[in-house]
């Protein structure tokens, strides 16, 4: 096939908007930032979960001149909506505020950074939405942020990051999920870490490309904290979104949970169901990367091994460079999957979606 | 997991022999057992400060396991002792009821591997191994690790040159959760001496590294801490891939015990897809990071997987290799797998021999 396979008015649920550097986010901080921006000569929050010349960070040819990617609400239009004829695209951002020691700081950068996304990318294009940045450095302020963008309703869900200072289940982070679920936000978490630990549970890895396998692993650790701990006990309604997590680790990481959950769930009793059913019911999984070999056949079995149709939602990751062409979708889903994980999975997950914005 | 098994009710084996190989099976040797192999220096040491893993507690474990000593509630010996530290009651309960042919000695503590004194892990990994000596001198059916001290590499490798020809040590003894990933550079003279040796290195789940147990700090429970070292069993086989040990040591062959397998496969088709836009940071591959998989690893069964659909638990150990799956029971925790029933059913005859024993006695050479 010659034509571009696309999925016409599918809503791509992860694509990274690049921002330039802190001097952008000035107009947004107030004066005793912005002056400290200035004065400490503070230019760049770009995070090493990406290296910003790293090949994967972006595809070439959606480098700018200056070898900035997504650079421009336009430059992200003409791709996603023009030449993959998406609906709708979520926008997460991932500049590096959420590392921040200070929470102060923190907070304030969340805040500047909304404040850009809804100026230069909501505001001059309808037909994106966007994630909340918050500052889990202090719940409190989390909360405060998620209160404050949630009334724009083209706010869609909650960004935090798959690599934490403690793991996400834990109790004090629960006000922020008592804020997702009364606002209809799903939590997203995206790959990438705050360093607060050493991205792998044996210490720092030498290479790039260890960090990002490692996000993997990171992403089961925060899937069985979120229910170890009992969050859908107490958050029933809390949807959550793993984003850029990779989608084949799933079903082997549930056949060992569950079988130490069947051996040792007398530890943790508000867990009173099989963990691939919790999951079944309050996770989704952005599809890529989708790592599975080419072959359509063993994307078909690692499919089959998921168990369920509701499960993935379509995403480009737009501009990072996760496959070739125009395969948003790999080769081996059926057309109903496809249309399914394009439309209907992201519609039921997002609720926010449903609604005519603005 | 803890269903009463009387030591004496099948003193005759099963009735079809099934040849069976446990590559994890777990002796206690007692500090009792190591003393005359330990200098009066350490001696006194360990009774004054005791082992000090790399967590806050000075006895048992960061985590309170579900059972005391994590055992099996009729693995205590009738005549006193921990479990599977009274060789005659274990030899009954286990080796001769499901007529096992060999197992494979995984000593945990105390052997002092991952200790915050790197000299006395030294001392004590030495005199662990002498201990099992002991063992195998009594039981032929036993074969003996070589208990590492693998934070210190140079140390590591003298012990294994050591214990190097001796037929009654079938491999090398590491746990997973070293100080640094055990790809790293630290490591390598241990992976020179096991291949100078011929001995597989063996590496089997837990151990405390001194780094939370996930990327985002300490979970709270011990379910958590079991289900996590699955995740660093996948940290740790893409610490040993990228960088570069098996071309440096391509006869190296990497046991992954207790670790699991489920994830395997997943694992290798992620690396596969990052390698394809990363390999230029790793010039030094030379092939596809599964390649490096399916040549160098090795699982063992327990816990053994269990998938909703059986047919599923089939595909993943074929796309692993039924060559590469090895028996084991971790006689005597709580989560054993009990050989006659956690195997699934609809293997072949061919794949139940080759992943009960003839796979085992491939690689330890035990013929």
Redesign the interface.
């Known amino acids: 096939m010659t034509d571009v396979m696309t999925e016409v008015g599918a809503i791509d649920c992860d694509v990274h908007p690049s921002v330039p550097d802190v001097a952008a986010l000035l107009p947004h901080l107030d004066t005793f930032w912005r002056d400290s921006v200035v004065e400490r000569g503070l230019n760049s929050l770009d995070s090493n979960s990406y290296p910003l010349k ?3 960070t972006s595809r070439p040819e959606w480098r700018n001149k200056s070898g900035l990617p997504a650079a421009s609400a336009k430059e992200v239009g003409d791709q996603v909506f023009g030449r993959w004829q998406s609906g709708t695209a979520i926008l997460n951002c991932l500049y590096g505020v959420q590392l921040l020691f200070s929470e102060d700081m923190a907070a304030a950068f969340c805040r500047a950074l909304n404040d850009w996304v809804v100026k230069e990318w909501l505001d001059r294009d309808p037909r994106m939405r966007a994630s909340i940045v918050i500052p889990m450095q202090n719940v409190e302020y989390a909360v405060d942020e998620i209160e404050r963008c949630a009334k724009d309703r083209r706010f869609v869900q909650v960004l935090v990051l ?9 109790r004090h982070f629960w006000p922020i999920y008592a804020a997702c679920e009364r606002h209809g936000l799903p939590l997203g978490i995206h790959a990438g ?1 705050a360093y ?8 720092w ?6 960090d ?3 996000q ?3 992403f ?3 899937m ?2 979120l229910i ?2 009992g969050v859908f006990a107490k958050h029933p309604g809390l949807k959550v979104v793993l984003i850029e997590s ?1 989608v ?2 799933l ?3 549930l ?14 009793p508000w867990v009173d169901r099989a963990p ?1 059913e919790i999951v079944r019911d309050h996770f989704r999984l952005t599809i890529q ?1 989708f ?3 080419d072959d359509p056949h063993a994307v078909e ?2 499919i ?2 998921l ?1 369920s149709d509701d499960i993935l939602l379509y995403a480009s990751d737009y501009p990072h ?2 496959f070739d062409g125009d395969a948003v979708i790999p080769a081996g889903f059926s057309p109903a999957l496809r249309r399914k994980i394009a439309i209907s999975n992201p519609l039921a997950t997002y609720a926010r979606l449903k609604e005519d914005a603005r | 997991m803890n269903i009463e098994v009387s030591a004496k009710a099948r003193a005759n084996g099963q009735n079809t022999r099934l040849d069976i190989v446990d590559c994890d099976f777990h002796p206690k040797l007692t500090i009792e057992m190591m003393r005359p192999f330990l200098s009066n220096q350490w001696w006194v040491y360990l009774q004054t400060y005791g082992n000090r893993s790399r967590h806050g507690y000075s006895k048992g474990y960061a985590y309170p396991k579900m059972t005391p000593q994590a055992a099996r509630r009729d693995a205590w010996p009738p005549g006193g002792g921990l479990p599977a530290s009274d060789l005659e009651f274990l030899q009954q309960q286990h080796l001769d009821y499901y007529g096992i042919s060999a197992a494979i000695m995984n000593p945990l503590s105390p052997t002092g591997q991952g200790d915050m004194n790197i000299e006395l892990s030294v001392a004590m990994a030495s005199a662990a191994n002498e201990a099992q000596l002991i063992w195998t001198g009594r039981e032929p059916r036993l074969k003996s690790s070589v208990v590492v001290p693998y934070e210190d590499g140079a140390a590591s490798a003298a012990e294994i040159r050591k214990r190097a020809g001796n037929k009654d040590f079938a491999q090398v003894f590491m746990l997973s959760r070293t100080g640094e990933a055990a790809g790293r550079k630290r490591y390598w003279p241990i992976y020179e001496a096991a291949v100078e040796a011929s001995l597989p290195v063996g590496i089997h789940a837990f151990g405390y590294s001194g780094w939370p147990m996930t990327s985002s700090g300490y979970p709270s429970f011990y379910i958590e801490e079991m289900t996590e070292h699955a995740t660093a069993a996948q940290v740790m086989v893409t610490s040993m891939i990228m960088e570069g040990i098996f071309e440096r040591w391509p006869d190296l062959k990497i046991v992954l015990i207790e670790c699991g397998f489920g994830w395997l496969p997943a694992l290798g088709w992620r690396l596969d897809k990052q390698w394809k836009r990363l390999k230029g940071e790793v010039p030094h591959l030379q092939m596809a990071p599964s390649e490096y998989i399916k040549k160098h690893f090795w699982v063992t069964t327990q816990p053994m997987e269990e998938t909703e659909n059986p047919d599923h638990l089939l595909e993943v150990m074929n796309w692993i290799g039924m060559d590469r799956i090895m028996f084991s029971s971790d006689y005597p925790h709580w989560d054993f797998d009990d050989p006659f029933v956690s195997l699934p059913p609809s293997l072949t005859d061919e794949q139940r021999r080759k992943i009960y024993s003839g796979n085992a006695r491939a690689l330890y050479q035990l013929d």
């Open positions: 790293s090949p994967l798959a690599m934490q200072e403690v793991p996400l289940g834990r870490s607060r630990n050493p991205v792998t549970s044996l210490g890895p030498t290479w790039y490309i260890e990002y396998a490692a993997a692993p990171g089961q650790s925060q069985a904290s170890c701990e990779g084949t680790w079903p082997g990481f056949w060992r949970f569950g079988k130490f959950w069947r051996g040792l769930r007398t530890e943790v691939w990367p790592d599975a070999p079995r690692a089959e091994h168990r460079w996760q």
